[in-house]
């Protein structure tokens, strides 16, 4: 049991399909009982009208059919009731009912029944007013200081109060200014009525200053006016509060000193009785009703505010002292005395959940039974603490942290790619160049043996790949049982084509890598059937490929030798098709039933022209950063000139505006600038980040056909060198992939122990440059070449001594044998020039499925 939870103390659901509002809700001893207990009187848009008294047997109850003591169908909308001295007379309490077109007045009593079915309640109706005028809403009270009888003042919706003395109506007047009613209260310490026009202020008006102005039945003020009869309608005062009012509230200390409560619609406010700010209190939810009440603390209000998160909030002034969770929004909250318990909350939903709670706990009538003392042996309790030790160390090592058991096959997920492409493009206008962008539909089948609770589908690709939907969930299944939350992940393969053309071949580039294989060379119009041209000759060894955007890739098999060479005229666009080249060679050797087919790279390494993508990245990312300072700078100027000129505006005496708008035209010019500069330039650092991923994946793929590396240590490499799907200015890729580097060079690549007892620094920065990087991407290529082995287990990291084929330098032991080292790396890397094409495509896209 939640101690932040309101206890139900008494709840309903009023009709069906029913609508209700702030106004619908009264509590108050309507039928003069005299005992102090209140009822609860709730009417509905629909015109209903009900009177509850709860008296529940036992904490929670529902209502029983007793606890209805009158339900009356009004045939009209119910917008607000109250009770009062309504009735000339008397000062017994009555009942009035507020619709659009009409104000009611009932008497509500109960007679004695002769048989044993208790009291029988009855409503009379007293007088009703009908209004010219649409109502909003209403507000009742001692108007002008009379005594023992309370009057009525309804404000309609163009923006007219109407007084009702009772029997009688006594006169209307127009609010100046008035476009939408808004709240409206009676202040009896001040006589005045305080309401939010539409243009976000509060005001107030004396009852005397509307007695005696102009009568306004057909709003025709000014034209009285000039004829010289009756007075101009002149508000008390006002204050801006910047923002719509929900609702207003009157609280009295005592007869010398009132409040005026606000509640807006981020915020709520206490004001004086002379307008002035008691204090304010920003809403961290948006707030649906409020209350406030006096609190047992001198000087103090206590006010209950419901909000939008099914909360009840506890202030006293600003502080908040208690929070409770609700079953439903409130619309309207009601503080009384029911069946003797003082101090219970009323809510009322706007579909009708009508709650009666109490904060704080039930008393536990549980009681823990003694415990008999007997001595412990901790030499058992040892025992018995090592041997589950063991177990738990056996379990994680064998199954990891989730259970692999036999309960994968409980949810498959499996992904079929249409063998050919739309034919409509979902990517409706969208042009790259002079090409149309193809669409091609994804078929994902779930296959589930057991039953599941819900199913969240999630696919992903690479920018610039996009999807129609990327989020599916499934929520028909029913509840697992165990409740356990599990991940299967599907991959699959787009088509080339999707992002890729046939093109001319070209004869000369600036960027060339060749992969070597330990087959005959295959004929490449069998590797890429649709992306050769017509040709007599089936051993076709020349193919070219154009990536949509224009950028080209040539793609030569040697007749003689087994070797492959890739060419482009940027660097970056050689990963796509040398990815593809190696893993349709994997596939075709595969199916003619060889199995020890193998690719490997034995030119140097292409760091320069890598270096080259990550320094523009960087320069990209410095920029930005220097353009949002200057356009933070000139956001400050501009704000700072708009408050002189508010002020100069604002001056009784006028005074020169001392260029002072010439100088805001400017500044506005100059923001509008800079901020199509970041945006620019946010542009192209994504393109930028898309090459250097791009570039990075070929890099990778080229140190694994180098060295040889396992499937399991490529994985590590993809960790480091690519950590971030998405760059930002606060997280960016250079420091997070040298901080990742780092750390394999003091682990699994450190050179002795004591470059391993060295701590890295725990928070990421933008660095200075990208030396330090581009220092260490050397080194983990250096010490690869000179054996060492990647792994996630410090445990395995020893001094590397042995030199592999096409090796580098000694490993340096300082900061001068470091920088020689990067000399001789620059001769021992060196290759061609640089960049990709504009949309570099991951040609494996994970699909994960989540089913919990």
């Not at 599990?486 to 071949?505: A, D, H, M, S």
């Not at 920029?623 to 000139?641: D, Y």
Request: proline letters at 4%; aromatic letters at 8%.
């Amino acid at each position: 049991m939640s101690l932040f939870k309101a206890r139900d103390w008494w709840s309903t659901v009023l009709g069906e399909k029913e609508e209700f509002d702030q106004g619908c809700l009264c509590l108050a001893d309507v039928d003069n009982t005299g005992n102090g207990q209140d009822k609860v009187i709730v009417g509905s848009f629909m015109g209903y009208l009900r009177i509850f008294n709860p008296h529940p047997v036992k904490t929670g109850d529902g209502a029983q059919a007793e606890d209805l003591l009158l339900e009356v169908h009004l045939r009209d909308p119910i917008l607000q009731v109250e009770v009062g001295k309504f009735v000339s007379g008397t000062e017994m309490l009555h009942l009035a009912v507020l619709h659009s077109r009409k104000l009611c007045v009932y008497s509500v009593s109960g007679s004695l029944g002769n048989v044993e079915h208790g009291t029988q309640y009855q409503i009379k109706l007293m007088y009703e007013h009908n209004l010219q005028r649409t109502a909003c809403n209403m507000t009742y009270g001692s108007f002008g200081g009379v005594k023992g009888r309370d009057l009525i003042c309804i404000q309609s919706m163009d923006g007219m109060l109407m007084v009702f003395e009772q029997e009688s109506y006594a006169f209307g007047r127009f609010l100046p200014g008035s476009l939408l009613p808004g709240p409206l209260a009676y202040s009896s310490r001040t006589d005045s009525f305080i309401t939010v026009s539409s243009c976000r202020q509060v005001e107030s008006y004396k009852y005397q200053v509307l007695a005696f102005a102009t009568d306004a039945d057909k709003r025709q003020e000014t034209e009285q006016q000039k004829l010289g009869s009756g007075k101009r309608l002149v508000v008390d005062w006002t204050l801006n509060i910047g923002e719509q009012a929900l609702d207003i509230c009157i609280v009295s200390f005592n007869q010398s000193a009132s409040s005026v409560f606000v509640l807006g619609e981020r915020n709520f406010f206490c004001l004086k009785d002379n307008g002035q700010i008691r204090f304010m209190k920003k809403l961290d939810c948006s707030p649906s009703c409020f209350l406030p009440y006096c609190s047992v603390s001198e000087g103090t209000i206590n006010t209950l505010i419901g909000n939008h998160n099914n909360m009840l909030h506890v202030y006293q002034d600003v502080t908040l002292k208690w929070a409770t969770q609700l079953p439903h929004i409130p619309v309207a909250v009601r503080v009384g005395c029911l069946h003797d318990l003082k101090g219970v909350i009323v809510t009322l939903s706007d579909d009708g959940h009508l709650q009666c709670s109490y904060l704080g706990t039930d008393p536990s009538l549980f009681q823990a039974p003694k415990v008999e003392s007997r001595e412990l042996n901790y030499d058992e309790l040892d025992i018995e603490l090592k041997e589950l030790q063991k177990i738990i160390k056996d379990v994680n090592k064998s199954q990891g942290v989730w259970p692999m058991t036999e309960r994968e096959d409980d949810l498959k997920v499996s992904a079929m790619v249409s063998p050919n492409f739309d034919s409509v493009s979902q990517s409706t206008d969208v042009e790259v160049g002079a090409d149309l962008v193809p669409s091609v539909t994804v078929k994902v089948t779930l296959q589930n043996r057991v039953t599941l609770q819900k199913i969240r589908l999630s696919v992903y690709v690479q920018p610039p790949l996009v999807l129609t939907c990327d989020q599916f969930t499934f929520e028909f299944m029913d509840r697992n049982p165990e409740g356990i939350p599990r991940v299967n992940q599907c991959k699959f393969r787009l088509p080339l084509k999707l992002i890729c053309l046939p093109g001319q071949p070209s004869k000369t580039a600036s960027h060339k890598l060749t992969i070597d294989t330990n087959k005959s060379p295959v004929s490449l119009l069998s590797l890429f059937p649709g992306f050769a041209n017509q040709s007599e000759d089936d051993q076709v060894n020349v193919m070219g490929f154009r990536f949509l955007g224009g950028s080209r890739v040539t793609l030569l098999a040697s007749k003689t030798s087994q070797r492959y060479r890739i060419q482009s005229e940027q660097f970056e666009d050689l990963w796509l098709i040398t990815n593809e080249l190696i893993i349709r060679l994997q596939e075709y050797f595969e199916k003619q039933g060889i199995k020890d087919f193998a690719c490997s790279f034995s030119g140097s390494m292409p760091l320069q022209e890598y270096f080259e993508l990550i320094d523009h990245h960087f320069e990209l990312r410095i920029n930005g950063e220097k353009l949002e300072e200057l356009l933070s700078e000139r956001a400050v100027q501009f704000r700072a000139i708009q408050r002189r000129l508010l002020t100069r505006f604002k001056d009784k005496t006028p005074a020169p505006l001392q260029h002072l708008d010439t100088l805001l035209d400017g500044t506005y010019k100059q923001v509008i600038a800079l901020a199509d500069a970041v945006e620019e330039n946010q542009d192209n650092l994504f393109q930028s980040f898309t090459r250097l991923k791009s570039a990075t994946h070929l890099v990778i793929l080229l140190i694994g056909l180098w060295q040889k590396l396992s499937a399991d240590q490529i994985a590590i490499l993809e960790a480091a060198f690519l950590p971030l799907q998405q760059d930002t200015q606060e997280l960016g890729w250079e420091e997070t992939v040298d901080a990742a580097i780092s750390h394999l060079l003091k682990t699994c690549l450190s050179k002795s122990s004591k470059e391993q007892a060295l701590n890295l620094s725990s928070q990421l920065s933008i660095p200075k440059d990208t030396s330090r990087l581009k220092k260490h991407i050397t080194l983990l290529c250096d010490r690869l070449a000179k054996g060492g082995r990647l792994c996630l287990s410090t445990d395995a990291a020893v001094p590397q001594t042995m030199v592999m084929p096409g090796g580098c330098a000694m490993i340096p032991e300082s900061d001068l044998e470091e920088r020689s080292v990067e000399q001789d790396s620059t001769e021992l890397f060196t290759n061609h020039k640089h960049l990709i094409v504009e949309t570099p495509m991951p040609e494996v896209s994970p699909l994960q499925g989540v089913s919990e």
